[in-house]
């Protein structure tokens, strides 16, 4: 073996997309497929290509977490998982305490099969429950209703998962009228009627996910994006920007009431249940990504794989892009990704770590936001502070060259 060989230092973060859905969600922009299921067995041929095909160039690699996402993971048989679980021990190492999380959705699964996940040391889940509101679900196109999120949550710790985190979106559509119409207060706003989800809506939610008992929650406001069924056909009264900010800030009000620490601008968790996963993203920590659409950062080169199904299967071993991320944009990522975790920058870790001391090279711009109350610097971290998190889009693009 090389020296360089000995130095290089491997990532131990590794994302594995699965394509696949029961169906298309209204506001999905994910690169996922609802009627594409015989293409599931080639795929995972070709995702064990990819893994064998990389993993040869990297050895002793130690894998601290592993995140199944999607697409719906849990749409696949177990059997997948098994064979790719066995490749993965043969191709690398899994650390005997690594967080391994898988994306699951509402009533997608049996006690069973997540018994059989947790066989495989899978040992956290993510679930996309996204509303106990069965009206809002339907409107979203969600497969499920809340009944199947709670079900799904209880058989999940009946399984042995001990790791439960849900996803949940604000700022949802509803038929126009449909709330106006039950004629009581708990559906208006300010005495008018309304088609879009109350806050009063949303903290009932709120009030469910924390009786469920998980210790971690992922909170999204709604965004139509391109591509969507909602781009094409969009709702009526989506809540505007200023309503989004005032159920987000009464969001974290209500979730640090209850013991959830609000440790990255759309995420909660109860004190040692931060995912590990995405703290490695927003640390600006290489990982390997593989599978369709699948991003991957190596060797201080980004890159990602083919959006195209077929294309993906017929040769996975081939990157559509790859960028050596230069030192100013290392520098910038760095910034706006660390700014999404609520303790923020730690201005001496980021001089050791890039060799450049954040206050000189972007004194204007920090200057700027720290006079505005946007940013402070508290016991060595620089971080935004609750109304800069509002306007956090626009700082993030500030900081970019
Ligand atoms: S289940 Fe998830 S990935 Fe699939 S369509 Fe819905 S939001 Fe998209």
Not at 90 to 108: F, V
Not at 262 to 288: D, L, P, T
Request: proline fraction near 2%; charged fraction near 25%; charge should be negative.
């Amino acid at each position: 073996m090389q020296k360089s060989e000995f130095l290089r230092i491997t990532p131990d973060n590794l994302y594995i997309h699965i394509p696949f859905c029961k169906s298309k969600c209204h506001y999905c922009n994910f690169i996922s497929f609802a009627n594409k299921n015989e293409f599931i067995e080639p795929y995972f041929a070709a995702l064990k290509k990819e893994l064998e095909h990389y993993f040869k160039n990297y050895t002793g690699v130690k894998l601290e977490t592993i995140y199944i996402g999607g697409g719906t993971p849990s749409v696949v048989d177990f059997a997948f998982y098994k064979d790719i679980f066995k490749l993965l021990a043969d191709l690398t190492e899994i650390s005997k305490n690594a967080e391994i999380t898988m994306e699951i959705n509402p009533g997608a699964v049996n006690f069973n099969y997540l018994k059989n996940l947790r066989s495989l040391g899978i040992n956290r889940l993510s679930i996309g429950v996204q509303s106990f509101d069965d009206r809002l679900l339907k409107i979203i196109n969600r497969a499920h209703s809340a009944k199947d999120a709670v079900e799904t949550v209880k058989i999940a710790k009946k399984a042995g998962f001990e790791n439960i985190s849900i996803d949940l979106i604000y700022g949802l559509p509803c038929e126009a009228g449909a709330y106006a119409q039950k004629g009581n207060d708990e559906f208006s706003l300010q005495g008018r009627a309304h088609s879009f989800q109350t806050s009063e809506n949303w903290e009932e939610s709120l009030k469910q996910a924390l009786s469920l008992d998980i210790n971690h929650i992922s909170t999204y406001g709604l965004k139509i994006e391109e591509n969507t069924e909602f781009s094409v056909n969009p709702p009526e009264n989506i809540p505007d920007d200023e309503l989004q900010s005032q159920i987000y800030l009464k969001t974290i009000e209500i979730l640090e009431k209850n013991n959830f620490n609000h440790y990255e601008i759309s995420n909660f968790c109860k004190s040692g249940f931060e995912s590990r996963h995405n703290k490695a993203y927003w640390q600006n920590k290489e990982y390997f990504g593989f599978g369709l659409a699948a991003h991957g950062y190596l060797e201080g080169t980004r890159y990602s794989n083919t959006e195209n199904l077929e294309k993906y299967i017929i040769n996975p071993i081939e990157r559509a892009f790859e960028n050596k991320v230069s030192e100013t944009a290392k520098l910038e990522e760095a910034i706006f990704l660390g700014l999404r975790l609520t303790n923020g920058i730690n201005s001496q870790e980021f001089k050791i770590k890039y060799g450049v001391d954040i206050f000189q090279q972007y004194s204007k711009i920090i200057g700027k936001y720290l006079n505005y109350d946007l940013m402070v610097y508290e016991n060595g971290n620089l971080k935004l502070t609750k109304n800069g998190i509002l306007l956090s889009n626009s700082i993030f693009a500030d900081f970019l060259e």
